[in-house]
């Protein structure tokens, strides 16, 4: 190799070097303007969702909200989260919990931030609102990546029928449900349906944990 071709190579190396610094810094720049108003946006949608949670329906069908809430985030119980594994709740983990008082200052309920590993598509990741008495107020979803026209149905059909629930547990039926623990599947989306209602089992089971054991 001549100088020739040397020197050719050093300066290709250094306009390398300073395009993949510059693109660094202006990734880096990128990041943190936008650091703020993603957190932000993020803080917003998990809000509306905690709300959501403990919505009713009025005489329309119409869901609004009848209890004015604050919410206090909680990271999940390690010790509780390991209980969940040994009493063979495996599918599902639970996120984040959130503890909704009143204006009083009484606890209402418990937001439960949970994700099924079994979905068809990925993760399933939603909230869970349940009252003190434990009753299943509502579920929320955060977020879903199932097939289109079937699991991705499950804001249409499974979250509605998650409104105003008390059971033990709940079970995915195929045949219509008939009794008050059953849940009607998705059409052709099975394992949707069960990934879903595993996880409120789930966040079910965590709170009768919390609560000082099963229910």
Do not use: W
Not at 85 to 91: S, T
Request: proline fraction near 1%; include cysteine; aromatic fraction near 8%.
């Amino acid at each position: 190799m001549n100088g020739s071709e040397m020197k050719g190579m050093i300066k290709d190396t250094l306009i390398m070097f300073a395009i993949t610094l510059i693109a660094g810094l202006l990734l880096g720049f990128t990041y943190e303007l936008t650091k703020e108003p993603i957190a932000k946006q993020e803080q917003e949608a998990s809000d509306r969702a905690c709300a959501e949670v403990f919505y009713e329906a009025d005489a329309n069908g119409e869901l609004q909200k009848v209890v004015d809430l604050t919410f206090e985030e909680a990271a999940a119980d390690e010790a509780l989260s390991a209980k969940l594994k040994e009493d063979g709740y495996k599918g599902a983990v639970i996120d984040k919990v959130f503890t909704a008082t009143d204006s009083n200052g009484n606890v209402y309920g418990y937001v439960i931030g949970v994700t099924s590993k079994e979905g068809y598509g990925g993760d399933i990741s939603i909230y869970v609102g349940i009252t003190a008495d434990r009753v299943v107020k509502g579920t929320s979803i955060l977020s879903i990546s199932e097939t289109p026209g079937l699991g991705m149905r499950a804001s249409e059909v499974l979250v509605p029928q998650f409104r105003e629930r008390t059971a033990e547990s709940f079970v995915v039926t195929k045949s219509g449900a008939t009794i008050d623990n059953e849940i009607d599947a998705i059409t052709s989306a099975t394992i949707t349906s069960k990934a879903y209602t595993g996880a409120v089992n789930t966040s079910l089971h965590y709170f009768d944990l919390m609560n000082g054991g099963e229910n």
